[in-house]
């Protein structure tokens, strides 16, 4: 649990934080990519905060999970399901954006970099 701790406090700071952003914030910049970049680093931390052991090249497996929500977005799969609650609509996204998925990008390799300084530092250390 003491591993997980920093992951898991992380985790509801950012979730705070995008619903914060989702219910107030409704400009140009920081709603759009702000948000898609938070919400990858989100998805990293908490699979971390649920998983004691590192799971091997993490940040790239959250991306290749974002390119298929966004792919699914560009084929309109909420309105092909039927989907009208408004939660779940947001939730799995109804445009495609291609900069959403640089975006996506920039979150997971945020959380790759801070992780390998973290992981270094603490090598260090011993």
């Known amino acids: 649990m003491k591993k997980r ?3 898991i406090i992380i985790t509801v700071i950012i979730f705070i934080t995008e619903v914060l952003i989702a219910l107030y ?7 759009p990519y702000v948000g898609d970049v938070l919400v ?9 905060s649920i998983y004691i052991k590192p799971i091997p090249k993490l940040w790239l497996w959250v991306f290749a999970f974002s390119i298929f929500v966004e792919i699914t977005q560009y084929f309109h799969l909420v ?4 989907i009208k609650n408004r939660i779940i609509r947001t939730i799995m996204g109804t445009h495609f954006v ?11 390799l945020a959380f790759f970099l ?5 992981r270094k530092r603490n090598k260090s250390r011993q």
């Open 5 to 7: 701790l920093p992951y």
């Open 25 to 31: 914030v409704h400009d140009d910049i920081i709603r």
């Open 40 to 48: 990858t680093a989100l998805l990293c931390t908490l699979v971390r």
């Open 79 to 82: 309105d092909l399901l039927g």
């Open 98 to 108: 291609f900069m959403d998925i640089v975006c996506y990008f920039v979150g997971c």
């Open 114 to 118: 801070i992780e390998e300084f973290v």
